[in-house]
């Protein structure tokens, strides 16, 4: 937050809107955390049975994507609620920043996709 606040050129009014945002989101994701990590389980269960079904490893490779896509939707929305705040400068230098930030994987840099676990779902065993 530092860093991006210096970054930035962030006012102190600023600075305090985008820790409220920060806050709430957090509360937010927490749950949401537990349900992809569960869901993420599940997928690794089910895919790593002895008798593996596929319709089994397809619901829960859905559920997972679904749980994935709550947590980004909600840290989307964080983001635009951060931008909202900011001058056109300031949310140029932040878009500028997280385009560096970003690393190619699944998706390419655009993907938003999170970083894969090694011997997690979609790597190679």
Request: proline content about 6%.
């Amino acid at each position: 937050m530092e860093m991006m606040a210096e970054h930035l050129g962030l006012s102190d009014e600023q600075k305090t809107q985008i820790k409220a945002i920060h806050e709430k989101t957090r509360e937010t994701v927490e749950p949401l955390m537990k349900a992809a990590g569960d869901a993420h389980q599940a997928f690794d269960t089910a895919l790593n049975a002895e008798n593996a079904d596929a319709a089994t490893v397809g619901q829960a490779a859905l559920a997972m994507r679904s749980a994935d896509r709550r947590i980004e939707a909600q840290h989307k929305a964080a983001m635009d609620s951060v931008k909202a705040l900011l001058t056109p400068e300031q949310a140029a230098k932040l878009d500028e920043m997280q385009k560096h930030m970003r690393r190619p994987g699944p998706g390419g840099p655009q993907g938003g996709q999170r970083q894969r676990r090694p011997g997690g779902p979609g790597s190679k065993r």
